[in-house]
């Protein structure tokens, strides 16, 4: 009788073993977790996999693995919030490599300006997830570098789960008030760091006032995380699994909260 009822419950989604260990095997953020954030994460991404949808543009094909590899990058940084941060959209994109959009900015005189640009991800407000998988698999090659594209595309979703993008995801209202103290104050250094470097090299444009770095980072955070709170959040998220170490000497408050809201770095 028992086991009558215990096989009409909905079995819990599951990956198979080998599926599971050639995933891990491609990703070095999941390869380095403990066992326990590990088997959280196998959790995870098979809840993913039963309800999100991954759909491949653009002639790409992505194979089994392919999609457990997304689904668990998807859910590395839930590994802590749990699964209520897969809630609010069900479509994943996936382009063979960056793809152009069109953006919209107004500039001081209110006129509106119109360009376009290649990007690797975006995230609509509680719709669709896109990436480029060449990027993804580059940063599987050089997990260190700082980039994370469908962690960053994760961190803007997390962030709306609360209505307003702002930097801020859900959090209890004592941490969120310190969270928004910390994250404010270490954006605005960034961004008056960000503004003296572009400067200087506006001066002087033959002699890069970084020349130790690739163009587009500082201290090893993609500059890009001056441009908003949001892109703050998302792009810090990113050096919190893939270049924790630049994170801490640079930001140290920023990445305790961060080590709080995600767990340990794999790198850490
Ligand atoms: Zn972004």
Same mark, same amino acid.
């Given at each position: 009788m028992f086991e009558f009822l215990r096989r009409l419950r909905r079995p819990a989604p599951s990956i198979d073993d080998e599926l599971w260990r050639i995933t891990?095997?491609?990703? $070095?953020?999941?390869?380095?977790?403990?066992? $326990? /954030?590990?088997?959280?994460?196998?959790?995870?991404?098979?809840?993913?996999?039963?309800?999100?949808?991954?759909?491949p543009v653009q002639g790409l094909q992505l194979d089994e693995v392919q999609h457990c590899m997304l689904a668990a990058m998807c859910c590395l940084p839930l590994l802590e919030f749990g699964a209520e941060g897969l809630h609010g959209w069900s479509q994943m994109l996936v382009y063979p490599d960056e793809f152009r959009v069109k953006l919209v900015d107004f500039d001081e005189n209110d006129v509106q300006h119109e360009w376009h640009e290649e990007i690797s991800g975006e995230s609509h407000d509680n719709g669709v997830l896109i990436v480029s998988w060449a990027d993804v698999a580059a940063e599987c090659a050089a997990p260190h570098r700082g980039d994370m594209v469908v962690v960053h595309e994760m961190a803007h979703k997390l962030d709306f789960l609360d209505g307003v993008v702002d930097g801020t995801p859900p959090l209890p209202r004592e941490w969120q008030l310190e969270w928004a103290r910390d994250f404010q104050a270490a954006y605005?250094?960034?961004?008056?760091?960000?503004?003296?470097?572009?400067?200087?090299?506006?001066?002087? $444009?033959?002699?890069?006032?970084? #020349? #130790?770095?690739?163009?587009?980072?500082?201290?090893?955070? /993609?500059?890009?995380a001056a441009d908003a709170p949001e892109e703050f959040f998302a792009v810090v998220s990113e050096c919190h699994f893939s270049n924790p170490d630049a994170l801490l000497a640079r930001m140290p408050r920023v990445a305790a909260h961060l080590t709080r809201f995600y767990g340990p770095s794999p790198f850490a």
């Open positions: 891990v095997a491609a990703l $070095p953020w999941a390869n380095d977790l403990d066992a $326990p /954030r590990q088997q959280r994460l196998r959790e995870l991404s098979a809840r993913f996999l039963r309800e999100k949808t991954i759909t605005e250094d960034f961004g008056d760091e960000v503004d003296a470097l572009l400067d200087a090299e506006d001066e002087d $444009p033959d002699r890069s006032a970084n #020349d #130790d770095e690739d163009p587009g980072y500082l201290h090893g955070i /993609r500059i890009t």
